[in-house]
């Protein structure tokens, strides 16, 4: 829970304060200072500080009740000053000191202690090991800058004290503005989730800023981080975010496709998916992305790019196309007037290149020709400077027809040294800008991407939901057999390959009734059969199954032999694993050797929507497949839905099953059917 007094206090104790600047309980000081606190300011140092406008106290137990204290202090003083200043009534803490959680077994037993403490007297703990918080009230924070408050500014959460700063002194640069500001440190009692539970249920349409940022350390609780991202989406904000440190989990070992692929990185962007925040990779992505929040929403993917550098509007093109947006041709029949009023050799047919001779006057011509152009939806200006003149006009003329079109304007200035003064003045009348286009294409791709699937409920298609829990309480841990696999999946509605185990070679002459040739025979036993060589195909009689089935049973760990009827398709794949407290994580992508191959996947938490499922067989490398190409029939794309969005409902209404695969899928232009599959029960 999150007081009043952290967000708006009337009154501050800095404990450890000083005169000197190069110490955080002395910078702390002056910015609270700079900042204009309005209320009381206690300096409290065993030597006195002599800071005109603070009351300076030898002691925490000097001073009258405060409703918030920073402190700067090492960390084993920490409680007894918390201590004293709770019984004094104070509800918020803000601890800079660092040597809690992070710092071994002595460090995370004054963790516990201090989380204790907070809790029983229903206060509020920023930090351990942060560099605290910026508000409209109080700048509570011992680093630069400081931005300027701007109540429709960006709010910015971050794990990283650093971090928080680097993202600023960049963002400051091309024009973003802030409002709040918290660095949640360790996040001992107080984490992002808590943050966003704050700013959802205080949020007011009118007052609160609609862009947040995040960058992120760990998720502590997944649902709650999922209901309140979710929610405040749905009130109009938007949300983008950094989680740093998935890389270790990336080759952890599993016993299934699925349970190796499923990463931290995999299960943190279909959380992100799910609740509509974009992803972003780098700090320069982030606030990228945060200043296309910041400006005209994108209403189409239709771009026209305006230029002088010929160069930026092909690195800019690719960009935008690779990443699911277009820069379509313009009719020539159309642009022919506005061929007229360019100079010699300027191109009309989209980039528009009009030279680094280009006028302000021809900028405006081709922004109005694009405006009543209902081929495009947004437009983007690259200009810089080579430095020969001023080029203020062009920027000027740029400001005025941002104010006056319908449709989106952004702006890719470049010239951060040739013309510093003229993009500062520009930046002065409220605008952002792109440095670079590249980043520019990426993030404004994604924030369109973003919006396309939100809010909808994820969905249970038709199941035989009593047999599925009935087969789910019977099994032990564990993998299923081939006949339990197969009875799940088909309560679940998922077809499988005609099949049939055998176990004893006198068997193997029922396979004339049950099966047609050809047939593939897999071992039983071994979960990787590939790897002991257990998979053998293209059987085509009685003689050669027999054969077949001696040799696989000589095979360590052989407990039976099963005989599949061979299927022709392109090999696809789904799986599920679970994943702690966020649920299951379900990936579809390409099958068979291309899965950990191409390791092309796309996942999302179980259960999914429709317009999930969708937007994860469009994000695939592979997705032209389903499609279809060079004139090929594509795949039945809503049989490989249906399957998907089983899945997610399966591993819902079973949690107990811990890893799932089906790979491959085997899949043709009228039909799907699973070829091989297994399913890890863990109670």
Do not use: W
């Not at 206090?9 to 000083?18: F, H, L, M």
């Not at 002599?50 to 137990?61: A, F, L, M």
């Not at 803490?93 to 029983?120: C, D, P, R, T």
């Not at 990779?281 to 992305?289: F, Q, T």
Request: hydrophobic content about 40%; some cysteine.
């Amino acid at each position: 829970m999150i007081v009043s007094q952290l967000i708006t206090p009337k009154s501050i104790a800095v404990i450890g304060s000083s005169e000197n600047k190069s110490k955080p309980g002395g910078m702390v000081l002056f910015n609270l200072i700079a900042g204009n606190f309005k209320g009381e300011i206690y300096a409290v140092n065993p030597k006195s500080v002599n800071i005109e406008g603070v009351i300076s106290c030898v002691s925490p137990s000097e001073i009258k009740a405060v409703d918030l204290a920073i402190l700067a202090i090492p960390a084993a003083q920490c409680i007894e000053a918390v201590k004293t200043l709770l019984l004094k009534g104070t509800k918020a803490f803000i601890i800079y000191s660092a040597g809690f959680s992070e710092a071994g077994e002595v460090g995370n037993l004054l963790n516990h202690e201090l989380v204790s403490l907070i809790n029983k007297y229903n206060a509020t703990l920023i930090g351990p090991n942060c560099i605290g918080l910026i508000t409209e009230t109080y700048k509570g924070v011992f680093t630069t800058p400081i931005p300027q408050y701007h109540q429709e500014g960006c709010e910015l959460i971050s794990s990283s004290g650093a971090t928080a700063v680097f993202i600023m002194e960049s963002a400051l640069l091309t024009g973003l503005q802030f409002s709040n500001i918290y660095s949640i440190g360790n996040a001992a009692q107080t984490g992002v989730e808590e943050i966003l539970e704050y700013l959802d249920e205080n949020f007011d349409i009118h007052k609160s800023s609609k862009v947040k940022l995040l960058y992120l350390e760990q998720v502590k609780k997944p649902f709650k981080f999922l209901k309140h991202a979710t929610s405040l989406i749905q009130k109009g904000c938007k949300i983008a975010a950094i989680k740093s440190g998935y890389s270790e989990a990336g080759g952890r070992a599993a016993s299934s496709h699925t349970g190796a692929l499923a990463t931290s990185d995999q299960v943190i962007r279909a959380l992100f998916r799910k609740c509509g925040i974009v992803y972003c990779s780098s700090r320069d992505e982030l606030i990228a992305v945060a200043s296309v929040f910041q400006s005209q929403e994108i209403k189409g993917k239709n771009i026209a790019i305006i230029t002088h550098a010929g160069g930026s509007a092909v690195m800019l093109t690719d960009a935008l196309t690779s990443n699911g947006l277009q820069v379509p041709p313009f009719d020539s029949t159309k642009t022919t007037s506005l061929l007229k009023k360019l100079n010699a050799g300027s191109s009309v047919h989209n980039p528009i290149d009009f030279l680094a001779t280009g006028t302000a006057v021809q900028l405006g011509e081709i922004i109005d020709f694009c405006e009543g152009y209902d081929l495009v939806d947004a437009m983007v200006v690259v200009f810089g400077s080579s430095g020969l003149f001023n080029i203020k006009d062009v920027y000027d003329l740029l400001d005025s027809k941002m104010k006056e079109c319908s449709k989106p304007i952004y702006p890719v200035l470049p010239s951060l040294i040739n013309a510093k003064k003229e993009i500062k003045q520009f930046l002065s009348k409220g605008h952002v800008n792109f440095p670079d286009e590249v980043s520019f294409g990426k993030a404004l791709a994604h924030v369109y991407a973003s919006t396309k699937y939100r809010f909808e409920k994820g969905k249970i298609p038709e199941m035989d939901i009593v047999t599925i829990r009935a087969l789910i309480n019977m099994a032990g841990n564990g993998y299923l057999d081939a006949g339990g696999t197969k009875e799940l999946l088909d309560a679940a509605g998922i077809s499988q390959v005609n099949q049939m185990v055998v176990r004893e070679l006198s068997q193997i002459k029922k396979l004339e009734t049950q099966l047609q040739f050809p047939i593939v025979m897999k071992v039983v036993g071994p979960v990787h059969k590939t790897e002991v060589n257990g998979v053998r195909l293209n059987i085509y009689s009685i003689e050669q199954a027999q054969k077949v089935y001696e040799e696989l049973m000589q095979i360590s760990d052989a407990t039976g032999v099963l005989l599949q009827e061979m299927v022709p398709g392109e090999e696809l794949y789904c799986g599920a694993v679970k994943q702690g407290d966020f649920g299951h994580v379900v990936l579809c992508g390409l099958g068979g050797i291309f899965l950990e191959l191409l390791n092309d996947t796309a996942s999302g938490l179980a259960p999914l929507s429709d317009g999930e499922v969708k937007s994860m067989m469009e994000s695939l490398k592979g997705y032209p497949l389903l499609k279809g190409y060079r004139n090929k029939k594509g795949l039945n794309e809503e049989k490989f839905k249906d399957i998907i969005m089983r899945i997610a409902a399966l591993v819902h209404l079973a949690p107990e099953i811990s890893e799932l695969d089906l790979n491959p899928i085997k899949a043709q232009y009228d039909d799907m059917i699973v070829v091989d599959a297994r399913i890890c029960i863990e109670k």
